[in-house]
């Protein structure tokens, strides 16, 4: 049974011996194929608060004790859903690149959805999913939230040659064209918003 209590999914989880984690890997692929259009399962999310989670988007991989040990600069924004929060849906900032270690795989494990093959992208996205689970991190957490457009501060200010406008200098302002401003804002005036 699939934990669906928020708080619950907020409590980090312990490292786990390799033995003891593929045991819940096996466990966790089982309650995978059981869940309807599931593709990734974190232990904590079948109660188990131990650092282990599968992902089958391309081929069934159980990694134990994961952790990201790099990540790409670029992030992308993606539709994500959650076998926890069912009825939720929501676009999140992911990592276009990570690389993963596990106590269970030799080496590195690199995921890119930086790729024509859409699987990849899925990939990569589920694997930082589970391992956020393991952290007590939910997709809540990473929701992308697009900006308000505010004119001088994320937006430039375009202001036309016939504006008027207000300039000041210490405690003295005055209200002009915004042509006639220009040469005074190179002399030490500066333009209120």
């Known amino acids: 049974m699939i934990i ?3 708080t619950k999914l907020e409590e980090k989880c312990s490292p786990v011996s390799v033995k003891e984690g593929e045991e819940i890997g096996v466990r966790l692929l089982h309650e995978l194929r059981e869940a309807e259009n599931g593709i990734g399962l ?7 608060n131990k650092r282990v989670c599968v992902i089958n988007v391309k081929e069934p ?8 040990v790099e990540k790409s600069k670029e992030q992308f924004i993606f539709a994500e859903g959650c076998l926890s929060f069912p009825d939720s849906k929501l676009k999140t900032a992911r990592y276009q690149d990570i690389v993963v270690e596990a106590d269970n795989h030799e080496g590195q494990l690199s995921f890119s959805a930086n790729s024509k093959n859409i ?14 689970h393991l952290d007590g991190i939910t997709m809540f957490d990473r929701e992308f939230r697009q900006e308000p457009i505010v004119k001088g501060v994320n937006v430039p200010i ?3 040659r016939n504006e008027k406008v207000t300039i000041t200098k210490g405690t003295e302002s005055k209200v002009l064209k915004y042509k006639k ?13």
């Open 181 to 193: 401003a220009q040469s005074m804002l190179e002399d030490g005036w500066t333009l209120s918003v």
């Open 61 to 68: 991989l159980v990694l134990i004790n994961p952790k990201i």
């Open 4 to 6: 669906k209590d928020k």
């Open 119 to 132: 699987d990849d992208a899925f990939e990569c996205v589920c694997v930082q999913h589970e391992i956020d």
């Open 158 to 160: 375009k202001i036309g």
């Open 42 to 48: 974190a232990a904590n999310q079948i109660g188990i």
